[in-house]
């Protein structure tokens, strides 16, 4: 089995800057994709961010674009989404997930168990 854990959620003013943490622990996940979704109040989940194993390769939704970066450190088995110039829009239970591939997230990937963010004006 994995398991995911998030942290690094809170409360921020708009403008500001938070970082959240997804540390997995459980079986071997060498290759596998990271990515986060988050589910905003009275919406479904939607994607925010993923990385592929090397890091090399990074897709970002439109909405996010320019403010957050996510990474990853392998050797950790830790992923990073840095989120800057927050909105009140980006207000969200964040998830962070892995999976063998970008299409396969919601699917068979596997889940954290959420952080919540909250930006106010």
């Known amino acids: 089995q994995v398991q995911l854990v998030e942290s690094g959620g809170g409360l921020v003013q708009a403008g500001g800057s938070l970082r959240l943490s997804c540390a997995a622990s459980g079986r071997t996940l060498d290759g596998y994709v990271m990515g986060w979704f988050r589910q905003p109040p009275g919406k479904e989940r939607e994607f925010v961010a993923a990385?592929?194993?090397?890091?090399?390769?990074?897709n970002y939704a439109d909405s996010v674009k320019g403010r957050f970066v996510i990474s990853r450190d392998n050797a950790k088995r830790t992923s990073y989404l840095e989120m800057n110039s927050l909105k009140p829009e980006d207000t969200a239970v964040y998830y962070c997930?892995?999976?063998?591939?970008?299409?396969?997230?919601?699917?068979?990937?596997?889940w954290g168990q959420g952080t919540q963010v909250t930006v106010s004006s």
């Open positions: 990385i592929s194993w090397t890091g090399i390769s990074t």
């Open positions: 997930v892995v999976a063998l591939g970008t299409a396969t997230m919601t699917s068979n990937g596997y």
